[in-house]
């Protein structure tokens, strides 16, 4: 089935088997293996994507299901050799170490900080709550790091985190 | 120093096994067996193969030729027998993922089965004495008599410690990606610890001569032991790509990946303690039970920390096996002190409380000046200064020791202490260093699962040659490399960096290349006890209402040589206590008693820590100076993070609730239990 998306802002046409998963369509046919495959069943996070701005689990979204979609990947993230500060500060605070779920986490965390909204942790939820390092634990506990990076991502999005 | 290979890891550039842009490859999925014990009696592959796509099916009905000695976990297709549920009985080969997939579903397995016993206990009527249990220490040691003494002892603790099956789950599932080339060379990008050690073991696996194989792994999605040793799809992606003759790729689902890459073997572990008035130690004994296939005896080191922690003059240790009808267990981040230490520092904890002594200083009190067992002298040890500084900066002294008496609203509170410790090593390792155009490249067939070994390595190469770490690049993660051992047993950065310290101590004298083999250098080592030792302090919060357990603080200190980097450093300690935290309050895999392999198979099953659950952690070190370790003055780190923690925070749950729980993990249902 022919489909047409958007991918880090390139129009892309594709021709795709309807059992393939809009991760599997990254990474087989696209050649964009920034979005990792660590579970195939969305408990993970590691192929976590920006779909329409919002960020979403890849390996759940059928590749047709995204037809006219517009989808990032951590590999349009930076604006050229101008990493996005959520790079940056992953580096400087050293929060990943392994690196496999750093994408997943990198684009979770830009999808993050644009939802506004209160958490599970959000004392008055009348209220947009400040990204404290506990708002950010809670928001970002859908992506894994087995490496156990967690101190280390809290702080370096913390840093970008208005 | 900031990791060298930061920018690619955090642009999606990094090329992991699964990842190389090879034209033309095809995709293999396996085939896994149904039941636990018996025979494969048919395969029938006609509908797979005239499924879409489909270019051939691998199966015992026709063998294909490996070595008559290849390990028996990694000689697909070559006996009927089935050994485990789980594991490969075949295998499909096809143009796309998704064909490859359905094709598999549609093969067609019939079997004898045999009643099979999947179940570990204390009273199994097969358990025995391994000869040596991992590496190669002996099962069983014993040193004076420790039921006269514990006969006459002031003070007796006798408890039972039970520790689940576990699994590593790194991140990045177990992929190869393997294809021959014109010549007849094989070609492997694996997810393994070590490109040497891999290289061998395909090789030997299909009777090809080693330099017949190159295996690349640039990065490596973690591994924490279990890509340690090669798993099998490596050598299922050769032998399928030789038989369709193009490149053939294989990732492991995450549910295969709990059948087929190890775990870390359940145990029952017996402790008894014995102490005088005053709470020295006069007895230790520390059994424990264990588990393995009936393909491989893989023996757990279980209760050898027991050998190093504390002074006896009564010690007794050992291991019982039995062969059940399971995968076989393999290497999880610090195998045998992991478990082990959860037993001993929980039983420390409950002499502490039945001597009516602290449990820092029963633990200082009882420190050792030698290896209590064997007498060999310490070539540094520090565990007091840990136990100290962790006190200082965790408020110990506040403490009040009673257990379960204090509440915030529906919150219990209590804190915890306990011991770390793992072995100090090295392995022959060879090195090249070359100059070129003013800058120095280093080669060396190490690997960085993510330990930061391109940075570590940097740096020592920096330093031994007196140059800017920028003017210095390493080259790792490719057999073709000069060899060097797996990244495991925390003796990755000691023997690839004594490797690299003496090729650019040549290098400085040649003036244009330096060569190094470190074998000659460690068999002359002198015979000393090389520990790494830690302490560890834990806060939990205990919800009286639904049970759970929340780690409000966990603060580790560790003495471990020289600091090679105090980034990577903090990072690996910080990542195996988080380890240890799930190890304490949530990982499991559970058994299938009826039908054999596991009940949890993926990660909505078997709970590793989130982002919530681990954000209040501290890791520190005491400076330590260890000239009989290697040139950096370094131990290993990637493992002791992990090592007493589930003991510190199980210790810190009696204290916040009164109640011992010995069976790990500490899930809600059992810190419920003893309310009704």
Request: aromatic fraction near 6%.
């Amino acid at each position: 089935m022919e489909i047409t998306l958007q991918v880090n802002g390139v129009p892309r046409t594709v021709d795709v088997d309807s059992r393939m998963s809009l991760l599997d369509l990254l990474r087989e046919r696209l050649g964009l293996i920034g979005a990792k495959k660590g579970c195939d069943h969305g408990q993970c996070g590691a192929c976590t994507v920006l779909i329409d701005g919002r960020r979403a689990n890849s390996c759940l979204a059928l590749a047709v299901a995204v037809d006219g979609s517009e989808v990032t990947t951590v590999e349009g993230l930076a604006t050229g050799e101008d990493l996005h500060p959520l790079q940056s500060a992953f580096m400087e605070h050293d929060a990943f170490q392994c690196g496999y779920c750093t994408p997943g986490q990198l684009c979770s965390a830009a999808g993050m900080l644009g939802e506004p909204g209160p958490s599970a942790v959000t004392e008055d939820i009348l209220v947009d709550p400040d990204l404290t390092p506990e708002e950010i634990a809670e928001r970002m506990s859908g992506n894994l790091c087995r490496c156990g990076a967690y101190v280390n991502i809290v702080s370096a999005i913390g840093e970008v985190a208005p | 120093m900031k990791r060298i290979e930061g920018r690619v890891k955090v642009t999606g550039l990094a090329t992991y096994a699964a990842e190389y842009p090879v034209e033309n490859v095809t995709y293999a999925y396996v085939v896994q067996s149904q039941i636990a014990k018996g025979r494969v009696k048919h395969v029938d592959d006609g509908q797979a193969l005239e499924s879409p796509g489909v270019l051939a099916v691998l199966s015992c009905e026709h063998p294909p030729d490996l070595a008559e000695d290849a390990d028996p976990e990694l000689a697909l297709f070559q006996r009927r027998e089935v050994a485990y549920r789980g594991q490969i009985v075949a295998a499909v080969v096809a143009d796309t993922y998704e064909n490859a997939r359905a094709a598999a579903a549609a093969v067609r397995v019939d079997y004898d089965p045999d009643d099979h016993d999947v179940s570990l206990s204390a009273d199994h009527p097969g358990l025995y004495r391994p000869e040596v249990v991992n590496p190669n220490f002996p099962s069983d040691t014993q040193k004076g008599d420790v039921e006269a003494a514990l006969a006459d002892a002031a003070t007796t603790v006798d408890v039972v410690y039970e520790t689940p099956v576990l699994h590593n789950n790194p991140m990045e599932p177990h992929a190869a990606l393997a294809y021959w080339d014109a010549e007849g060379r094989l070609m492997v990008y694996d997810t393994a610890q070590g490109t040497s050690p891999s290289r061998a073991t395909i090789a030997k696996t299909l009777g090809l001569p080693p330099e017949r194989v190159r295996v690349v792994s640039r990065h490596v999605g973690g591994g924490f032991g279990s890509k340690g040793t090669t798993r099998p799809q490596a050598v299922l992606a050769a032998l399928a790509a030789r038989q369709v003759g193009r490149p053939v790729k294989i990732a492991l689902t995450r549910q295969q990946m709990f059948d087929l890459t190890g775990y870390r073997t359940p145990t029952i572990q017996r402790v008894r303690l014995g102490a005088d008035g005053e709470g020295r130690l006069v007895a230790v004994e520390h059994m424990a039970c264990e588990q393995s296939s009936t393909l491989v005896e893989f023996a757990e080191q279980t209760a050898t920390p027991t050998r190093v922690m504390y002074a006896t003059p009564n010690l007794r240790t050992g291991h019982r096996l039995v062969r059940l009808d399971v995968a076989t267990p393999s290497w999880m981040r610090a195998p045998g002190e992991a478990p082990g230490m959860y037993a001993l520092e929980s039983a420390m904890d409950e002499l502490a409380y039945a001597a009516g002594l602290d449990p820092v200083e029963l633990r200082v009190l009882n420190d050792a000046d030698a290896e209590p067992d064997g007498g060999l002298p310490f070539s540094s040890r520090n565990l007091v200064a840990c136990l100290r500084e962790g006190a200082r900066r965790f408020g110990w002294e506040r403490r009040d020791p009673v257990p379960g008496i204090r509440r915030e609203g529906e919150w219990l509170v209590g804190t915890g202490v306990a011991s770390s410790t793992y072995p100090t090593r090295r392995m022959a390792c060879r090195a090249v260093a070359t100059m070129r155009d003013g800058d120095v490249l280093v080669r060396v067939a190490a690997a960085d699962i993510g330990t930061g070994a391109r940075t570590a390595l940097t740096q020592i190469a920096a330093g031994t040659l007196g140059m800017a770490p920028e003017r210095v690049h390493v080259e790792l993660g490719d057999s073709d490399l000069p060899k060097a051992p797996v990244a495991g047993g925390s003796m990755g950065t000691a023997s690839w960096g004594s490797a690299v310290v003496r090729a650019c101590e040549e290098l400085k004298r040649d003036g244009k290349e330096g060569r190094a083999d470190t074998a000659g250098e460690i068999e002359a080592d002198a015979k000393l006890a090389r520990h790494a030792f830690g302490a560890q302090f834990a806060e939990v919060r205990v919800s009286s209402v639904t049970g759970e357990v929340r780690v409000a603080r966990l603060l580790g200190v560790f003495a471990a040589g020289r600091i090679v980097d105090a980034t990577l450093a903090r990072s690996q300690f910080l990542g195996g206590m988080t380890m240890g935290l799930g190890m304490a309050l949530m990982e499991e895999t559970v058994t299938d008693e009826e039908f054999g392999g596991f009940l949890h198979r993926d990660l909505a099953q078997y709970h590793v820590p989130a982002c919530a659950d681990a954000t209040n952690l501290e890791a520190y070190w005491v400076e330590e100076q260890d000239g009989e370790l290697n040139p950096m003055g370094s131990k290993g780190i990637g493992e002791i993070g992990i090592v007493g923690t589930a003991a510190a925070i199980g210790n810190a749950v009696h204290h916040a609730t009164g109640h011992r729980f010995r069976e790990l993990p500490i899930t809600p249902a059992k810190v419920l239990l003893p309310r009704f």
